[in-house]
């Protein structure tokens, strides 16, 4: 990320927004780095989203020069982690079985979605479409004005199979809501229509699988 540009970070994992500081509320940050507690004693703590390819001694001389990081010891330092995935557009069908042996269906991060929510989320699925089929029973498909809809929707045919890479859910993956009054093409507003059509749509299906 950091080599596309010197603003990339503070817009993501060094993103600022919603944050103020107690001891000096009229200054807002340039951006923020995120310390997770990593032992029950509050002696080791994780910095979030700083997997990197730096060299060791380079890391550590970077984060040190962060305010407070300054006489840090740093227990475990950075890497890239490898993320294994397969090109479901071309291998999957729509109930993510393998389209070469629909004996088998593939859940989870290595559909090419990302995150822990996703990832648990396409295995509940693939669950209760494995459940539904071993039944006799066919589900209707996930509406894709859904989260989880719109995710399988993704990974199983909506994405390019040449461009195909690891997914968040995100609105961007959503189907435009029809209708929007002018008034209603606020940012806030935008979301909550999507999020309001999905939870009727969700609902609706739960019903009937």
Partial sequence: MAERGRETLRHG?????G??????PGVKPYAVVQLRRDNA???LFNIVGFQTKMKYGSQTEVLRMIPGLEAASFARLGGIHRNTFMNSPTLLDAEMRL?????????GQVTGVEGYVE?????????????????????????????????VHHITGGAEAKT???MNVNFGLFPPVDGLRAGRRG?????KA??????????GWLANA
């Fill in 119 to 151: 990832s648990a989320a396409m295995g509940l699925l693939a669950g209760r479409l494995a459940v539904a089929e071993i039944a006799g029973r066919t589900l209707p498909p996930v509406p894709p004005t859904t989260a989880m809809g719109a995710l």
């Fill in 19 to 24: 944050l103020t500081n107690a001891h000096d």
């Fill in 99 to 107: 389209r070469s042996r629909p004996n088998i269906r593939f859940a």
């Fill in 13 to 17: 994992p060094m993103k600022p927004v």
């Fill in 194 to 203: 999507y999020t309001d059509r999905a939870k009727e749509d969700w609902t």
């Fill in 187 to 191: 940012r806030r507003d935008r979301y």
């Fill in 41 to 43: 004693l509050g002696t």
């Fill in 164 to 166: 195909f890479q690891p």
